[in-house]
Each structure stands twice: as C-alpha cells, then as structure tokens.
C-alpha cells in the first residue's frame, strides 16, 4: 500500500493522493476537468445536498430547477456580469447538423436564466420575498490547472437566488444566509472565515460579496462560496418590478448564495490525515462499517454481525457490512482511507460475549454491548464528531495570525489578520506582500481573540471597525 | 375560476390546462421546450426520484454521475446507437471564444459516456456484476411539438446502465429491473404494459428492448421507461472484456433501464379527472394541507391548527398549513387542482372538540380525532392511495380489447391485445390499420384475462407464446 506524501510539506500532493486513494473520483474520463462521481464520491456528494437542502428550506427556501441553456440574448443583458464570464463559458451552437438561430450558453451560474422569469413572477409586494434555489451543475471553460473538486469544468453547485423588497430586506436575507451556513458548517465539521471581499474581487455585477474562506494551512486558503447583495444590478436590466403597497413600481432588490463542490474538497483537506480522508458522520457515505473477522477456532461471527447490521440500518443509519474474502487488516486499511467514521468487528470472542469491537476514524477504541447498541452507536459517532470538530477547530485557530506590518506578510506561513484603511492602492500593497489575496473585512469577530483592529498595515491610516484578512487563495 | 377541458374528448388539451393550473411548470422560458420546474413541479419530481433511488438501490445498483458532456470521438464509436441521435444533439462548439478541438455532444444518454470509463473499471469477472446508475438531465433537439414532461428538450432521466458476465444474467437483470419497476408503478399507482418492441423499433445499439408503457385511453399510449439488453453491441466497440475464471478474455453483456420525467406526466394524466391532479401519497409534494377557518363566533382556531402540522410534521409526514388571507373556498379549490391527497379543515368547532374535517381528493370525507392524529392521518392516505389505485386499474383494465382481424383496429377506441406471427410485414400491416404501432409481445399475461393467443390478425398464421398489443403512442 502506497505511503501518502506529507500533508503539512506537499499539501497538493497530499490532497490528490488522497482523494485517488478514497476513490472518490474518477478523472480518467477523456475531457480534462470534467470527473466522474464514483458510487463512493457521490454518496458523500448526496450527503452534502441534503444537508444543504433541509437547511436552507429551514429559511423558508424553495427548491426550483431552471434549464442549463441560455440564450446568448438573455445572457447578454447584464454587461459586468457577462465580462465576467465571457472567456469562460461552453456556447452550444448546433442542434443536429442544425446552426442555431441564437446561441445557447450553457450555465456558468443561473442569473440570466431565472432572472427573466422572475420578472413574471413577480407583480406585487405580496410576492415577495420569493426565495428560491437549485441544485444543479454549472459549466465553466477552465483554463487553469484543474483539481479535483477545487477546480473542474463541470461543477456540482447550489444557488440561492432572492427577490427583496429593498436594500435592508436583501441585507436582512444576506444574513439569513450566513446563519443557515453556519448551521451546514456545523454539519460539515467545517471552521470557517466570513468575509466581505474587497470591491475589486466581487462578483461581477454584485454590490458586494461575502465570501466563505476555508483556511487550509500554510497562508493557503479555499473559497467555498459567496453571498451576493445585487442591490438593482440585475432587477434593472431585467426588469424585475413590484407594485409597492403605495402603488409605485419598485426594482426588487436581490441576492444570491452560491456553495460548490469545494465543500467535498474542504472536508478531504480539513479533516483528511496521513491515513487518507475522515468524513464527518452526517456526511459519511457510510457512517458505520461493519467487518466480521472469522477465526479456525469459534464459530463464525457471520450472522451475529449480520444482525447487527440490520438493526442499525432498520434504525437510519447508514452501514456497510465488509463480507469480502480479504484480510481484516487490508479492510481496516481500506475503510481507513476512506474516511468511514466508525468500524465494528465482529470475531467468535465477541459474537460469545454479546459485544461489538469499534475503533473510530480517530483511533480511539471502545467495547459496545450488543443490547442497546444503536444508542451506543449513535454516542459514539457523536463523540466522533466532536473530536473531528475540535481537531479541525485547533488546526483553524492556528492558520493565523495577526500582522502589524505589511513586511511581515511576505512569506506567511499563516492567514494575516490586519488592520487595512480600505484603499485600493494599500490592499494591492497587501496583496503584492503576501503573494496573493486581500480576502477582505470580516464579518463579525475574527477567529483568535485580538481586540479592535489597528491602523492600517501599509499607510497607517485608520482602519474601519473589522479586522481584515490575507492569505493565499488556492 | 376557469373550467378544464373534457378529459375524456379533449385529452390533451386537458393534460396541457391541468399542467398550467397546477402549477408544475413554466413553460414561458425562452428556450422552447425547455420548461422551468416550479418549487411545486420540483418537489414532485424529487419524491419521484426518491422512489427511484430507494427501489434500484435495493437491487444492489449504486448511484454515480458522469459528465454532461461527450467528445465527438467516443460518441462516434457504436455506429448504429449513433445515427438513432445523429439528428437530435445539441453541439458544444466553443469555449469562450476558442473553437474546442474535439466538439462535445451534450448527453442524449449515457453509453458513450459511461463505457470508455467501464472499461478501465471492469478486469475480471470478480468486477462484475457492475450495477451503477444516475438520475440527470439529457438534452434532446427535439423538432415535434414540445409537451410539459412528455415531450422536452431538457429531458430529466434515471438511467441505469450494467455489465454481467453473459446473456443469461444479463436477461436476469432486464427481469430484476422488471420486478423494480413494478415495485415503483406500485408506488406511483400506476399500472403499465411491459412490451417487447418489435425489431424494428428497439433502441439503437439494442438486442432487443422491453418497453414500459402506460394506456391513457382512446388507445393512446405512453412510454415512460425502458429495459434494454445490449448483449456485446457496446462492449466490443468499447472494449468492456474481463477475464473469465478460466483466464480466458470475454466481453461484458450490458443492459441499460431508462425512465425519464414522462411519469410524471403520466402521473397527471392516469390520476387526474375534472378537477386536476391528483397525486398519490408517496408522490404528493404536500401530503396533507390543514386550512383554518376562522368564523366570526369562536375561538380562533389557528393554534390548534398549528399544534396539529407540527405534530405531523413531526412524524415525517410532508404537511403543509396554507394561512393565507384567501376564502376557504378558494384554497380548497386550490389545492384539489394540485392533487393534494388530504385536506384537513379546522374551524372553532373541531376546535373545540379536539378533532379534524378531513376530506380526501377523491371526495371522502371524515372526521378525524386529534387524539392518535398521526396514526389515522396515516390511515386516510393509505385508503386513499387505495381508492387511487383501484381507479386507476378499473381505467387501465378498461384501456383494452382483444381484436381478431386486422379491420377491427382501425379507428380502435382501446389498445388492442392481438395475435401477431412475428413478421415485419404483418407488423406494418398492423401499425396502417390502427394508424400506430405494434407495442410488441407482451412481457408476461395480458392486463385482461384472455387464454392463449390466436392466430396473426393478420396472415393467421401461428402466432408466439405471446399477446402483442397495438395502440396509438403520443
């Protein structure tokens, strides 16, 4: 079995090898970024849309699905929002042998698919809000050196898209937003930063962009989505107009809250080790494995494993019984690397004793009576998450650290927590030290414990009331 | 409120108003034939591919997704499946600007996706079987007139695709799809007509292919789904080959099990009647809407009202309070066009004696307690789903009738059960007379009991073992 590179000294290496060795993708499909989903890979995909789903239909969301195909027409109405794109979309430009009369684009993001559609569902005040999403997969032409869900060609992605009274109600949903994240994070076992990226890293036609950022050690850090605040950007152009209660003809104010398959990627690299990937038990495609381990003295542990299983599964839990003809030791090391949170096995000794050998994805090892055992279960993955969650917390805190001055960026082994006056000319100075981005302005208090902000680390100005951020996007 | 057309003389027509007044769809896109699923089309959609999922996974199939996109270069490779779509994809020509060098079919179905990857996944007969499928989305450029789920250029779809060892297994496998099918029909409350297609109307690339089709009267027929068995005709152009236990290299059998969006639309229109859809209770996106009807003497009675939905909710089921300023006359007759199974009206008087008015969509009416509220709810779906079904059956029973001679199918009224010698001649003489098709030989007896077959109705000569059945597919 092949030994991992170190996580800490070659972190890409390590996250590739990683996700090979899961088997959570196959990337031998004959377009370059555009993966398969393994059964492995989308159980755990699956996982994580369902978590999505109840959480954001917790804020009163509803699930739609619009078409993957634009219309060059409807695509072009948003000038900002286009050059944005323009260099990265997929054109379709043929049905059949057929030239199309308009070009049709395939989604690199829905506005300009559900936009004119909202302009007719929407008449009146008591038609909003309308919050609405999907779950559906985009398109982008990437020309970059593409990564297993980091960066690919077909993304895997949910969009919420809102209409809103006014800038205060959009501004109110931007906050809801971050509140059912922090509930899906929870969920994810994810620590991460929320931050207010600086206006020349918005997203094309956005008034402004919050951006969740996942640390990853080494200054590195991982844009698993945004929250947009359109203000009138789009409602404008498309014309998406209610009849105010007054009877004036108001622009909706809207919003987007977009999350991609990077979250599967932040969960391998926050949580992955030296043996390979550990999935959060929410997200586990199984979240229990069950091996028996037959001996040539006891009878064998088979049907009293079998068992087992069946009142766990009977009870929702997900759990696979590993009957393979291999040895113990090869399955351990299989579901190891696999990240399965936590694994039974079952010999002669323990089918006698009415008790159930489990070692979490942590190594940590415990005897679980037969009776009762589904509550034991369930304890024990939940002693499981909060263990992953508290080594994932430990490893956040210590991806960063504040900086007084700007010299101190450069080479950062941490994300820089600094004071900035919100210039232009300073940020790209931060950017130019640290070799990479100027995430932003958090929202709300920065993760160490550091006071009010100080002056700006370039000119010394004063900052604004939030600490801003550092680091280097992947 | 404006009155539906005749189901019965004006079907689609029919079928067309009930879609819009149930709101399931838009239709408005700007691409033709691309339609908006709607949060209420959505959630019924998703109940569907829940049902898909649960009863294929019980067969031992595991979910994966390939991409959406396939290089003209494997697309090419089996010719026969190919010029079946030559006419019918959609081209992927360039991205960004850059003309691609190998232009991309967006998938119509997924063989020259999947197989190149098969290949590398399949080496010896310890590989097989291998039972994988995905519910995506497939693009047709369809040139008939476009029909909400029935007719689209977007097509939603659940395709499972297979590799065994030989034709006997894999003839096992098109029989457990079968038996998963109608595991699902159970649950949709559909019944169906498993068809052996005539030669000349197979799936391109297939040995031979079972139909799954629906009667929706006046001899109309809709397929919703089909099983096909590939035999070697994709593994060899593919090179699928595995090593036999005797070192020998053989290549994989395939089937494929198809069904696409069309139940839906065959959900409509089998339960659907004069008021509009009617959704069995597996299916329904709201299982029971509760309506408080506040009266200007007595208590409010919308708590109780409340205390109630979330007592339901509680239990799992999918329950839906509608507290809008509306007359209760209106949002009865709002959610009877949108097929909600249960209605629970609560006034002061049910209020004040603990209990519940509940009417179902078929038109029963009783009063529930609120004591043990969950468990009669239970008991008054299950009864309807019955009373569903058996409706259901009486149609489907009724949808056919035996002829003897060729003359008694033209202008046939119901689908008729005939005997056919098996040759392509009589067939066609068969598919003129009833200005239709030849479904083919049934898969199993026939919906009505009827001995064995007779002669063809054509060339009386001997026919199989088997009924044939000939209608009139939308």
Redesign the interface.
């Known amino acids: 079995m092949p030994e991992l590179p170190e996580k800490a000294s070659a972190f890409i290496d390590w996250y590739l090898a990683v996700v090979e060795a899961a088997d959570l993708t196959?990337k031998?499909?004959?377009?370059k970024g555009?993966?398969?989903?393994?059964?492995y890979g989308?159980?755990a995909?699956?996982r994580l849309d369902r978590v999505m789903e109840e959480e954001i239909e917790a804020t009163g969301s509803?699930?739609?699905?619009?078409?993957?195909?634009i219309?060059e027409?409807?695509f072009q109405k948003e000038r900002e929002h286009i050059k944005g794109f323009?260099?990265?979309?997929?054109?379709?430009?043929?049905?059949?042998?057929?030239p199309l009369d308009v070009p049709?684009v395939?989604r690199p993001t829905s506005e300009t698919?559900m936009y004119?559609?909202f302009k007719?569902?929407i008449r009146s005040h008591q038609d909003l809000p309308l919050n609405?999403y999907q779950i559906v997969?985009t398109?982008r032409?990437e020309t970059k050196t593409t990564r297993p869900f980091i960066r690919v060609r077909?993304i895997h992605f949910f969009e919420e898209h809102t209409c809103q009274r006014d800038e205060p109600t959009a501004t109110e949903r931007v906050q809801s937003n971050l509140g059912a994240f922090s509930k899906m994070a929870e969920r994810f076992g994810l620590p991460y930063l929320a931050v207010r990226r600086p206006d020349w890293d918005k997203f094309p036609g956005a008034f402004y962009t919050v951006a969740l950022d996942i640390p990853l050690g080494s200054a590195r850090t991982l844009q698993i989505g945004s929250i947009h605040h359109y203000r009138e950007n789009f409602s404008r152009p498309y014309g998406i107009q209610y009849e105010a209660p007054d009877g004036s003809a108001q622009y909706a104010h809207q919003t987007t809250f977009g999350l991609s398959e990077r979250l599967l990627g932040a969960i391998v690299a926050v949580h992955g080790d030296e043996k390979g990937v550990a999935f959060p038990s929410d997200i586990a495609p199984y979240q229990v494995v069950v091996v028996p381990v037959p001996s040539a003295k006891g009878a064998d542990p088979t049907p009293y494993a079998r068992e087992a299983v069946a009142d766990l599964q009977k009870a929702g839990l997900r759990v696979h019984m590993d009957e393979r003809s291999d040895r113990p030791g090869a399955k351990y090391y299989y579901w190891e690397t696999r990240g399965v949170p936590l694994r039974l096995d079952v010999g002669p000794r323990e089918a006698a004793a009415r008790q159930l050998s489990a070692v979490n994805r942590l190594g940590v090892r415990v005897s679980l009576p037969r009776d009762g055992l589904v509550e034991s279960v369930r304890g024990a993955l939940a002693e499981y998450d909060a263990g992953l969650r508290e080594k994932a917390q430990a490893a956040f805190v210590a991806a960063f650290s504040r900086a007084e001055r700007v010299e101190e960026l450069t080479g950062s082994s941490t994300v820089r927590l600094i004071g900035w006056c919100g210039s232009e000319t300073c940020g790209h100075a931060i950017e130019k030290a640290i070799d990479g981005a100027l995430l932003g302005t958090l929202e709300g208090p920065p993760p160490i414990d550091l006071g009010a902000p100080p002056a700006c680390v370039v000119c010394s100005a004063p900052s604004g009331p939030s600490w801003a951020a550092a680091g280097r996007p992947l």
Chains 1, 2 share one sequence.
Not at 28 to 31: A, H
Not at 34 to 39: A, C, D, S
Not at 62 to 69: H, M, T
């Open positions: 196959d031998r499909y004959p377009v555009m993966n398969v989903w393994t059964p989308f159980l995909r699956r509803r699930p739609v699905e619009f078409p993957a195909l219309p027409t409807e323009d260099a990265q979309v997929y054109w379709v430009t043929r049905g059949g042998s057929t049709l395939l698919a004119p559609i007719l569902w609405v997969n398109f032409y077909e």
